[in-house]
């Protein structure tokens, strides 16, 4: 299947630091692009859509200020959490679309594990 | 109502057994669905994909589908411990992917 790759794996910070975390296609283009968020013993739970070139959307409860998306290439889109606090600590997951045949065939990153202190 | 509904689990069943999962969907016009294994602590592994209506075999895995009723299941022939997991079912809508809750499984050796 499809490879995806996140970076880091795992960030701890202080109150109120931004955090970026990297999601990247590394074997195919990526028109769109998803970002989740999964709290310990829940399912996954889509925050935003990202399509290169243009503004990513935000499903609704999600803070577009709070999480900002960028989606500059075909195989990069980035999430920055913007002053994190500690209910922000999660497991943030990428997805990436593939085209063609299996168009709604998502293939997942291995997760980032954000704690905030 | 949620929109993807899974059985709640856990489900445990011996080694060399056969696993069934079951999934529900509330849209009628969904076309594409998906199951997930999802080990502890990992991001979730794409294991089977169907948008026909029938049955799909890849490997130990059979995955059924059934427009009509809303249903879909997934079926596990000779489950080993490596098995053992959160099996995550999805739908598609609107190029967005919904998921159900997850059914965690634990094949017994």
């Known amino acids: 299947g499809a490879v995806v790759s996140q970076h880091p794996s795992r960030v701890i910070c202080k109150s109120g630091t931004s955090v970026k975390i990297e999601c990247r296609s590394l074997?195919?283009?990526?028109?769109?692009m998803f970002w989740y968020r999964q709290f310990p013993k829940q399912s996954l739970m889509l925050m935003a859509t990202?399509?290169?070139?243009?503004?990513?959307?935000?499903e609704q409860g999600v803070e577009k200020d709070k999480f900002l998306i960028n989606h500059a290439s075909l195989t990069l889109s980035t999430l920055t959490v913007t002053s994190a606090h500690p209910e922000d600590s999660s497991f943030y997951i990428c997805s990436a679309r593939a085209g063609g045949p299996s168009y709604n065939e998502q293939f997942f990153g291995p997760g980032t594990r954000l704690t905030v202190l | 109502q949620k929109e993807v509904e899974q059985n709640s689990g856990p489900l445990s069943v011996p080694e060399g057994a056969i696993a069934s999962l079951n999934c529900t969907y509330s849209?009628?016009?969904?076309?594409?669905f998906f199951w997930y294994r999802q080990y502890s602590g990992k991001s979730p592994e794409l294991i089977m994909s169907?948008?026909?209506?029938g049955d799909k075999e890849d490997g130990r895995f059979t995955a059924q589908l059934n427009k009509a009723s809303q249903y879909v299941s997934l079926l596990i022939r000779d489950s080993q411990p490596s098995d053992s997991a959160t099996y995550l079912c999805a739908v598609n809508n609107d190029y967005k992917l919904s998921f159900g809750a997850g059914t965690t499984v634990t094949v017994r050796a």
């Open positions: 074997d195919f283009q990526a028109t769109t």
């Open positions: 990202s399509n290169e070139g243009s503004k990513a959307t935000y």
């Open positions: 169907i948008y026909s209506n």
């Open positions: 849209d009628r016009v969904s076309q594409s």
